[in-house]
């Protein structure tokens, strides 16, 4: 079983839209850590936030932010008013801290046209 | 502040040859982690080092790869030897050592892309 799920593999937006990013995580241990990543096509992962299991305050940075829900076990990002530089491949993650457990999503490819 | 350094950045090799990556990690970072990132899928841990000792190599094809983090800063990773499947990015990481119940966010180098023909 996928330990973090991004079931959106691609989505495409115009500019100024907002856009939801889904993930949906899976695990046993009391103490983890969800990330987020993004890959631009340059390649290189940039982190973005990183949220433990014990703070289900949402957050707002700029023209993003993320839901943290236990409850549903997802950690949903959405950019609002889109812009062509948000374009990249975001990741979605967990560390598992008392099983030693790091994992990556496969993936949501963001394209935001003009 | 200096990221990670990872070289070579591209590779090109034949089947059954052995090739070697590097990695520098962040000035400070106790934690060092090697991704396998194949083509449009999510990097997959291969390895993970606290200092000079493995936290978890759970993933790591150990018939043909070998990792070692000498001195508990730089580190390379090998395979020998390469098979076609093995065409991927290698990402290193690092991250600082969170202590007691935290986990600090992961820093990428650049990557190196391996080709197996």
């Known amino acids: 079983a996928q330990k973090v799920t991004q079931a959106q593999t691609e989505i495409s937006v115009v500019e100024k839209e907002d856009v939801t990013l889904d993930c949906v995580y899976e695990?046993?241990?009391?103490?983890?850590?969800l990330f987020w990543y993004k890959q631009p096509p340059s390649g290189e992962l940039v982190f973005l936030i990183r949220?433990?299991?014990?703070?289900?305050q949402n957050e707002i940075s700029g023209r993003y932010s993320w839901n943290f829900q236990k409850s549903t076990s997802s950690f949903n990002f959405t950019i609002t008013a889109s812009q062509v530089v948000d374009s990249a491949v975001y990741f979605c993650?967990?560390?598992?801290?008392?099983?030693?457990?790091?994992?990556f999503g496969s993936g949501t490819k963001l394209n935001v046209k003009p | 502040e200096a990221g990670v350094a990872q070289s070579p950045r591209y590779k090109i090799i034949e089947k059954r040859q052995s090739v070697a990556f590097w990695c520098n990690p962040i000035?400070?970072?106790?934690?060092l982690y090697w991704y396998q990132q194949i083509l449009g899928q999510g990097p997959k841990l291969l390895i993970q080092?606290?200092?000079?000792?493995?936290?978890?190599d759970s993933q790591l094809p150990k018939d043909r790869f070998s990792a070692e983090r000498l001195k508990g800063v730089d580190s390379t990773l090998k395979i020998q030897p390469a098979k076609l499947e093995d065409s991927a990015v290698y990402l290193c990481?690092?991250?600082?050592?969170?202590?007691?119940?935290?986990?600090?966010?992961?820093?990428f180098g650049p990557g190196t892309r391996l080709t197996v023909t």
């Open positions: 990481a690092s991250s600082l050592d969170g202590g007691s119940g935290s986990i600090y966010e992961q820093y």
């Open positions: 695990t046993r241990d009391t103490t983890y850590y």
């Open positions: 949220r433990n299991s014990f703070d289900e």
């Open positions: 993650a967990l560390s598992e801290y008392n099983f030693n457990k790091f994992y």
């Open positions: 000035s400070g970072h106790a934690t």
């Open positions: 080092f606290q200092n000079n000792g493995v936290v978890d």
